[in-house]
């Protein structure tokens, strides 16, 4: 069980023992040393259902209150307050359980078949900043949902079918027919632009690659041959990204688009005889009644377009029918820009009614914020264009490069280049997972490169610093007792026995965040431990238990920011 939960289930018994069963307890960690390590603050509104004293019950809840071996105080605070002041040989006895345990300690949840689909680029054309946050946002959740003992299936849906196809197909025939055999490729950016342009300009061009669009969904063999170097070649270049950004996406997790078009007629059958389907000018349309236009009438939802077409919401309905019907999921989490919020609860509305997905598998759109520049609009070049994620990521690492030769210049440059890489990658990804994802957030260099403050690198380098302890320390004895007499001993102990409520509440709300301030929190502490308990100057068992906390602060540093898909590194 964890801490939260063993204090939450001893306040129940409690409240039920003053008379008040039905107040669930609600417990939280302390927001200031002076509260001890958790409150419970549910007295107040259980005295208020009761019609009773705020005091009085909080009285008779703290003389029910077994905390036996796990608090040393319990007082009253305010009205309704409680207090709990942790036992430090209860927090010593944790820790050392944490330390001898590869899993620190988290015992492994009841696993759910959960589903993370996250990055889903649009495919033939180069993934630029905008692609950064789910990629990032989606990757440390499905890290923290694995660790936790979920069965955890990632998931690339990809945009790799519709009608900016027939236009690449066009154009790629036009060139290579005017003796251009080269596929001029490997610049994805320029190669769409020039399409586009040819696109805009000639009627007659538009008409041929509208008749690609045709054929690749007729199953024309010549034409899905060119579909399918253009994705491979996009889908190569989504790689490169993923493996710099250390995101654990591969070729199998891609399932895009295109590999629900022949379900798209089928969803559309089944609506029908669901009754769902409405005829409008032409359209095949599903009214929602809990969806309103601006004249307050039913919103329409379009499935099947006057010309046959489908859209993004006919092939996001095949995608969840395959979850369900083929993966048997209990959980979908989309992590996807907070501007498709509508498209999301609209199409999740039309699944349940369909039967596309029971209610017992839960679906859920993880929204973000936008990623701004300095100057508090979108992230854009200089010159008002999109910036490639790739080479977002390299200037990282050239700035993170110049930060550490400053720094250390005695390194090689091997090893340079190493730290930079961690560093640098590091900083723009705990930028955007220290934020609440939901709100908009300005990037800036010079803030997620700091050494101090709520960054990357001030916590690799406080991961560094312990390992540093290990180096210069002989004689450990990894068994040795933790024994805690000092404030500072005590409160990294009690934020480290934090680690498992944690990373259960990211995993719960899809707040990456949460485990980012944690960690904070940690360095933080270690660093005042560091200061007020001298570790190797010590001596005895003294000397032994520090070591034993600073290994333990170690090892959750070093876990928590994997978990974030964050590097450390031993020296820097
Ligand atoms: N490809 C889409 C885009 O770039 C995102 C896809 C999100 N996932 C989904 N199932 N609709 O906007």
Redesign the pocket.
């Known amino acids: 069980m964890t801490i939260l939960q063993l204090i939450n289930e001893r306040v129940q018994a409690a409240l039920s023992a003053a008379g008040a069963p039905d107040a669930p307890a609600v417990i939280q960690p302390a927001s200031k040393p002076e509260f001890g390590d958790y409150q419970a603050n549910g007295v107040m509104g259980a005295a208020k259902a009761l019609k009773t004293n705020p005091r009085e019950l909080a009285q008779k809840v703290v003389a029910a209150l077994d905390l036996q071996g796990i608090a040393d105080k319990v007082e009253i605070a305010g009205p309704g307050f409680i207090n709990i002041h942790l036992a430090p040989e209860y927090l010593a006895r944790r820790s050392e359980t944490a330390l001898k345990d590869a899993r620190l300690g988290i015992t492994p949840v009841a696993p759910q078949r959960v589903m993370v689909?996250y990055s889903?680029?649009?495919l033939a054309k180069e993934m630029h900043v905008g692609h950064l946050r789910s990629s990032i946002i989606g990757d440390a959740l499905a890290r923290v949902m694995e660790f936790l003992g979920h069965d955890v299936v990632r998931a690339n849906?990809?945009?790799d079918w519709g009608t900016q196809f027939g236009m690449l197909t066009a154009y790629l025939v036009e060139i290579r027919q005017a003796g251009d055999n080269a596929l001029e490729l490997s610049d994805l950016e320029t190669f769409y632009r020039n399409a586009k342009v040819r696109f805009d300009e000639s009627e007659e061009f538009a008409d041929r690659a509208r008749d690609y669009v045709v054929r690749l969904q007729g199953g024309d063999a010549e034409v899905l041959k060119l579909w399918e170097q253009f994705v491979d070649i996009s889908l190569k270049h989504c790689e490169a990204v993923y493996q710099k950004l250390n995101v654990g996406l591969k070729r199998e997790h891609v399932r895009g688009e295109s590999a629900y078009n022949d379900d798209l007629p089928v969803i559309v059958e089944e609506l029908r005889a669901a009754g769902l389907l409405s005829e409008s000018d032409g359209a095949e349309v599903v009214f929602l009644e809990e969806f309103r236009t601006q004249d307050d009438e039913p919103m329409g939802v379009i499935i099947r377009k006057k010309d046959g077409g489908f859209l993004?919401t006919t092939t996001?309905l095949g995608?969840v029918r395959y979850r369900h019907k083929v993966l048997n999921l209990d959980r979908v989490i989309?992590v996807?820009?907070a501007r498709?919020s509508q498209h999301f609860a609209q199409m999740f509305s039309i699944c349940r009614k369909a039967g596309f997905a029971p209610e017992s598998m839960k679906l859920e759109h993880i929204g973000f914020g936008v990623m701004m520049g300095d100057d508090g609009k979108p992230f854009k070049t200089r010159s008002g264009g999109t910036v490639k994620l790739i080479e977002l990521l390299d200037e990282a690492e050239e700035r993170a490069y110049a930060l550490v030769s400053e720094k250390n210049p005695e390194l090689s440059d091997a090893e340079k280049r190493e730290i930079a890489a961690a560093v640098g990658i590091g900083a723009v990804k705990y930028a955007d997972l220290s934020k609440n994802r939901m709100s908009d957030y300005i990037f800036n260099w010079d803030t997620m490169l700091a050494f101090e403050g709520n960054t990357a690198p001030y916590l690799q380098y406080a991961y560094t610093r312990v390992q540093s302890v290990f180096r210069k320390a002989e004689n450990v004895d990894a068994n040795a007792p933790i024994v805690i007499t000092e404030p500072a001993e005590k409160h990294l102990a009690a934020a480290l026995a934090q680690f498992e409520d944690t990373l259960l509440s990211v995993a719960e709300g899809c707040y990456p965040h949460y485990l980012s301030n944690y960690l904070y929190q940690i360095a933080t502490l270690f660093s005042r431990f560091y200061e007020a308990c001298p570790i190797l100057k010590s001596e005895g068992e003294v000397r032994a238990s520090r070591l034993q906390l600073a290994a333990l602060t170690g090892k959750t540093l070093k876990t928590g920011l994997d978990l974030l898909g964050i590097k450390v590194l031993e020296t820097m």
Do not use: K
């Open positions: 689909e889903s680029p649009n849906h990809v945009g993004y996001d995608a989309y996807v820009d498709q």
